[in-house]
């Protein structure tokens, strides 16, 4: 299977981004609005984790999915990876930093493998980690590029900010971008998501069916003659 493309992420994730960006502006307000909410407050965040799946497979989400009753189901694994995952990835930061962000990158995915594909908590980690294993660089410069890209052209736009009369005008462009990037990002994931869900499928079906892609296994070498080329005779009959 082909490996992620930055190009080709970046690409499509700023089209579904596009697509989903009022939706997503929606959604974010009514997680605002009702996370002070107990218990409904943890549905609505599932909900979020599954906009983005849906976002990263090209539909266009329902903003008020999130309040869906489905989202409170089986919350006992989603507590339990999102423990795994925070006490995994502390860990990992306190051998000077750079190990935390290879542990994240790897685990990044854990929780929507958990929700998308209904998972074991500690199988998700490892499903995780193993599609990711060869990709992580590729992930942390797709990130890199979003933000840089996003932030030079906001940037400027704020930049222009200070001039009279219209200044106005190249603030609100300046925000805009911010929400763009916001919604670039999350469908960004979710492209990245489709990709190693894609890579994870592969990888169950291989296990299923046994197959073996690396080289066949040599036949077993024919008996060696006896020392004088020919059988041994038989015993004669008594």
Known sequence: MEKLQIKKTISDGIVY??????????????????????????????????????????????????????????????????????????????????????????????????????????????????????EKWTMFWIYVITCLVFGIVAGLFFGLGHIRYVGWLFYILGVAVYILMFAAIVAIEGVMYKHFSDKADEMFADRACGCHHGPAAPEAPAPAPSACGAAAPEAPAK
């Open 17 to 134: 981004g596009l697509k989903n960006v009022g939706s997503l502006i929606v959604m974010v307000l009514l997680y605002v609005i009702t996370v002070w909410i107990p218990w409904l407050n943890v549905g609505t965040t599932v909900g979020l984790y599954k906009a983005i799946v849906k976002i990263g497979r090209g539909e266009v989400v329902n903003p008020t999915s999130i309040f869906d009753q489905e989202n409170r189901k089986n919350l006992g694994d989603f507590f339990l990876l999102l423990g795994l995952v925070s006490i995994g990835t502390a860990a990992a930061t306190a051998f000077m930093f750079f190990p935390g962000i290879v542990v994240g990158l790897a685990w990044e995915f854990a929780v929507l493998f958990l929700i998308d594909k209904k998972l074991a908590p500690h199988k998700s980690l490892k499903v995780s980690w193993k599609v990711t294993e060869g």
